[in-house]
């Protein structure tokens, strides 16, 4: 007699991926002399877990719950820079802030999908979010749930990832700027007293974004940040004396935002968002784009995108005006054949400076600022520029073309390059760009010069996403005559 039976048959699918990458260059200046010596070397590591529910294979499992893992690590380190430039102790070197190692947890989270019927979605641990407010880096957990009204509401709390404290080395960039924030160990109450010390920053926010209906997206979202700990009230203390600070958990940051996308697959498309910060009482950024499907081969777009600083609730540049930027311009893209396409744009951007001399009765001041006054504005000011483009691409073989030209008040600057990729028997990559850039900085017309430069690399792909290669960097212009670097890059990807 024979039995046969089966069971369910799970299985754990992983990734594991690495970037790696070396830098070896001088920054010299235009008598010959070293100011800095850089010997950088890059890497991540990244790691990927799924199916950890063990749901079972077949009809129907992208309907079941399901559990993930994922992270990235990044190590960035220099070992060129002068030791010094990292030590609190040595004040004619020392860079606050500066880390000849840091190390940082880009993102380490667990993901709950698809639970009580599809409803319930979280994640837990450190996570990036973007949306219609930035980029945004916390530790905490986020929480969505899925409603019938064709509407995903979402919920978040926890840490925002500030530079400085354990495991974040520079992912400060995603706080809001305007306080120099890091870790002070090691130093004197009175040495570079505007360098403050990290603290914990508790954060919450939420969302409610459309879902199930394939040609629109639409995304409302809000966010407050707090900080904690001590704040300088006078960057400039006798020496003897300790800073005088305030402390208290109060406001950082606390800002709206909207982002919306309708898609016509024939006709086109358009996007907009608006940012909205609480705390200063105005728009720091607006945009939309509108995308129009000018036949099969031909794109045509015109984007608006306005901009205005915003800072943290700390800094003191909430107390001084700043002015907008407004940029308008319009794209081309024509796919003429399976090999050729080509590009083209333009763009003007108008500004305000407030340089002009004190002019009584200006029309931005006003007896709650009267210190606007000392700097009117002097009037709307225009940059313009373009762009031409043109790509290549047959088998194995890539070529593109750029032009770029930008004229302003400042400065001009124009250029071109060419770039090319060639893949020999699917393994042996060779790389090159060759290139001439001018520019003219016309408040310092000494520094105006022509650079020529080209880059050479050479590479080999031992497995699918997995490339060795090397590349060689000449630059040579009038200011530092020639300047070399040298890169290494080796990326993997293993999976289970």
């Known amino acids: ?16 991926t690495s970037d790696t990458s070396a830098q070896f260059y001088d920054l010299r200046s235009p008598t010959g002399e ?8 890059t890497t991540t590591l990244g790691v990927g877990a799924y199916d950890l529910l063990g749901k079972e294979r077949g009809v129907g499992q992208e309907h079941q719950p399901d559990l993930v893992f994922r992270a990235r690590l ?20 020392l860079v606050p802030g500066f880390s000849r190692g840091p190390v940082d947890l880009m993102y380490a989270y667990v993901e709950g999908r698809r639970f009580l019927h599809g ?11 973007t949306d219609a407010l930035g980029w945004w880096a916390f530790d905490g957990a986020r929480v969505t749930v899925n409603t019938p009204a064709y509407l995903t509401l979402e919920g978040c709390g926890g840490m925002e990832v500030r530079g400085g404290l354990p495991f974040s080395g520079a992912m400060g960039r995603w706080e809001r700027d305007g306080v120099w924030r890091g870790d002070r160990s090691g130093y004197d109450a009175s040495t570079y007293t505007s360098f403050q010390q990290a603290d914990i920053a ?10 199930g209906v394939s040609w629109l997206q639409a ?66 950024n607006l945009y939309a784009t509108a995308d129009v499907y000018a036949g099969k081969k031909l794109t045509l777009s015109v984007d608006y995108d306005y901009y205005r600083p915003t800072f943290d609730a700390d800094s003191i540049f909430n107390f001084f005006a700043a002015e907008p930027t407004s940029d308008i311009g319009g794209r081309a893209l024509f796919d003429a054949t399976k090999r050729w ?12 400076n407030q340089t002009a001399d004190h002019i009584e009765g200006s029309t931005n001041s006003s007896p709650q600022q009267p210190s606007l006054a000392i700097y009117p504005s002097n009037g709307v000011e225009f940059d313009e520029g373009g762009n031409l483009g043109a790509r290549f691409k047959r088998m194995d073989t890539t070529l593109a073309l750029r032009a770029v030209g930008n004229w302003g008040h400042g400065g001009d600057r124009m250029g071109a390059d060419l770039s090319g990729e060639r893949v020999i028997e699917g393994r042996f990559v060779l790389t ?62 293993v999976f289970r």
Do not use: C
Request: net charge positive; hydrophobic share 40%; no cysteine.
């Open 341 to 352: 396409a080509f590009s083209g744009g333009a763009h003007v951007r108008t500004l305000q």
């Open 119 to 129: 409803a319930l979605g979280f994640r837990v641990g450190r996570q990036l979010t």
């Open 219 to 284: 995304r409302l979202s809000y966010r407050r940040v707090y900080n904690t700990g001590d704040s300088i009230i006078a960057q400039f203390s006798p020496s003897d004396t300790t800073p005088a600070t305030f402390g208290g958990t109060r406001i950082s940051s606390e800002r709206i935002g909207y982002a919306l996308t309708a898609t016509a697959s024939k006709i086109g498309s358009i996007q907009g968002g608006l940012a909205y910060d609480v705390y200063s009482a105005r728009f720091n």
């Open 1 to 16: 007699m024979v039995v046969l039976s089966s069971t369910p048959v799970w299985a754990l699918d992983g990734e594991v």
């Open 202 to 211: 508790p954060a919450f926010g939420a969302a409610i974004e459309a879902s």
């Open 34 to 41: 070293t100011i800095l010596s850089r010997r950088r070397l």
């Open 432 to 493: 090159g760009r060759v290139g001439a850039w001018q520019w003219e900085d016309k408040l310092r017309p000494d520094r105006s010069a022509t650079n020529i430069g080209y880059v050479a690399g050479v590479g080999y792909r031992f497995a699918p996403r997995s490339q060795a290669s090397f590349d060689f960097q000449h630059d040579i212009n009038r200011l530092v005559g020639h300047r070399f670097r040298a890169m290494v890059w080796l990326t993997v990807a």
């Open 74 to 93: 990044r190590y960035d380190s220099d070992y060129g820079a002068d030791p010094n430039e990292a030590a609190a102790a040595s004040l004619d070197r």
